[in-house]
């Protein structure tokens, strides 16, 4: 088989890592892929958001399979188009991953279909958001959404009125995200523990995948700014045999049920970002891609070859295949640049990874690393590396990959100290 990758992050390399390793695949490739995805798949050199380039490379390349790992490009629909070339692709239509794109959509989706979530209003007026803010009805704190795509930055939680009315006049404006920002949820506040529940979905039926837990703050003890995921750990600790079991019928089922109804029918990865609150979970977001650090924690448990799962979602059919995963339990530390998620600097040496990978267990995942002029590996992003360990478990897994952290130098690396220290 002749596949292709599409996005250049941790989670990719992931998902390189583990296609390499499936025998029907012949040649993989991976646009644009990073200095670590090139240790198992030949780079191509058009970026994830350049739908046109995309589809026309892989139309002229006739690959048999697709395999699509950010948001960006199903948004903009790479999939549809893929579909109407006649080429198998692994992530959902647009109309699916406005799911993830549009958090109105979402919201309504859910709304239609009973699915549990916060409590929401919708505004896409200045005037009558100022007026339910300074309201009876707002209770503060309350959640202020974009309801686009703004790469993790469009959810400010509001102490009060304030705070609220300065976040929504920045978004309808379009002064903070564009277009992004033109219509806003305001949603009730939910508190509890986060966890990320993913299923593999063919349209109809679903796969479910193993529970993880993200670390979203930058600093220990969940201090400092929210980030894109400092850390993970698989299997979760607080997503229960309950819990999931209420997912399953209450989230996805339904999900599924309504999306095929409504005429989309959803296939690809479906990511829950669920709040456990006193009252059961919530939905918090939905993501219509793999979760990244998630998914550098799932794909080393999976038991077994990841294509023929992909394949299956891919081709709408996942009768006959079976996720099993592991007893092992896997911990993902990143390892981010200096400053991140604000400004970092780009281009510095990195040293000591083959030492990190010499230990037992430990495998690293590059999320922003390119090779310079003379062939060094060096940071090119503010998350770099997802330095990974499968262990007997949580405790185990943790100190081979904080053993691991330890090999791995560069000026300016930080990483989060506490990463599953909450599961040992
Ligand atoms: P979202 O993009 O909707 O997942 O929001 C990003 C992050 O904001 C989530 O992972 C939560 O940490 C937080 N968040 C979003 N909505 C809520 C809510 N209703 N209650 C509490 N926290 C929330
Ligand atoms: N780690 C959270 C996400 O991928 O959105």
């Known amino acids: 088989m002749k596949v292709l990758l599409v996005g250049?992050?941790?989670?990719?390399?992931?998902?390189?890592?583990?296609?390499?390793?499936?025998?029907?695949i012949r040649t993989l490739r991976c646009a644009p892929g990073n200095a670590g995805i090139a240790r198992y798949a030949e780079r191509v050199p058009i970026?994830?958001?350049?739908?046109?380039?995309?589809?026309?490379?892989a139309v002229a390349e006739r690959y048999d399979l697709v395999v699509v790992g950010p948001e960006v490009p199903l948004v903009l629909g790479l999939a549809d188009r893929?579909?109407?070339?006649?080429?198998?692709?692994f992530g959902p239509s647009a109309a699916s991953a406005r799911l993830e794109g549009s958090k109105v959509y979402a919201k309504?989706?859910?709304?239609?279909?009973?699915?549990?979530?916060?409590?929401?209003?919708?505004?896409?007026?200045?005037?009558?958001?100022?007026?339910y803010l300074l309201s009876d009805e707002a209770a503060y704190p309350l959640v202020?959404?974009?309801?686009?795509?703004?790469?993790?930055?469009?959810?400010?939680?509001?102490?009060?009125?304030?705070?609220a009315l300065e976040s929504a006049e920045g978004m309808?404006?379009?002064?903070?995200?564009?277009?992004?920002?033109?219509?806003?949820?305001?949603?009730?506040?939910?508190?509890?523990?986060?966890?990320?529940?993913?299923?593999?979905?063919?349209?109809?039926?679903?796969?479910?995948?193993?529970?993880c837990q993200d670390y979203k703050r930058a600093g220990d003890a969940d201090t400092g700014p929210n980030t894109g995921g400092m850390g993970?750990?698989?299997?979760?600790?607080?997503?229960?045999?309950?819990?999931?079991?209420?997912?399953?019928?209450?989230v996805v089922a339904p999900l599924l049920a309504g999306m095929a109804a409504e005429g989309h029918p959803y296939r690809g990865v479906l990511f829950v970002g669920v709040m456990l609150t006193p009252d059961g979970p919530r939905v918090l977001e939905f993501n219509a891609r793999f979760g990244d650090p998630e998914t550098q924690v799932l794909i080393p448990r999976l038991d077994g070859d990841w294509l023929p799962l992909l394949r299956a979602a891919a081709a709408g059919d996942l009768r006959g295949v079976e996720a099993r995963f592991r007893r092992d339990a896997a911990v993902c530390v990143v390892m981010t640049a200096e400053g991140y998620p604000g400004k970092y600097a780009k281009g510095t040496p990195i040293s000591g990874l083959d030492a990190a990978e010499a230990i037992e267990g430990v495998v690293v995942f590059h999320a922003g690393t390119e090779h310079d002029a003379a062939g060094r590996v060096v940071t090119s992003g503010g998350r770099v590396l997802g330095v990974t360990a499968i262990g007997a478990d949580v405790a185990r897994a943790r100190a081979r990959a904080y053993d691991a952290v330890a090999c791995i130098r560069w000026e300016g690396e930080r990483h989060r100290a506490d990463i599953a220290a909450d599961a040992v």
């Open 144 to 163: 202020v959404k974009a309801d686009g795509l703004a790469a993790g930055k469009g959810v400010v939680i509001a102490p009060d009125p304030e705070t």
């Open 47 to 57: 970026a994830a958001e350049d739908v046109a380039s995309l589809v026309a490379h």
């Open 172 to 211: 309808l404006s379009g002064r903070d995200f564009g277009d992004a920002g033109r219509r806003v949820v305001i949603e009730e506040l939910l508190r509890g523990r986060e966890a990320s529940f993913f299923c593999l979905c063919d349209g109809v039926r679903f796969l479910e995948l193993a529970p």
């Open 108 to 131: 309504e989706f859910m709304a239609r279909h009973a699915i549990p979530t916060a409590g929401f209003r919708v505004f896409d007026d200045a005037g009558e958001c100022t007026r």
């Open 232 to 250: 993970t750990y698989s299997p979760s600790a607080h997503l229960g045999d309950d819990s999931r079991a209420f997912l399953r019928d209450r």
């Open 82 to 89: 893929l579909g109407d070339a006649g080429l198998a692709v």
């Open 8 to 24: 250049g992050g941790g989670r990719e390399d992931a998902l390189a890592w583990a296609l390499a390793r499936s025998p029907e």
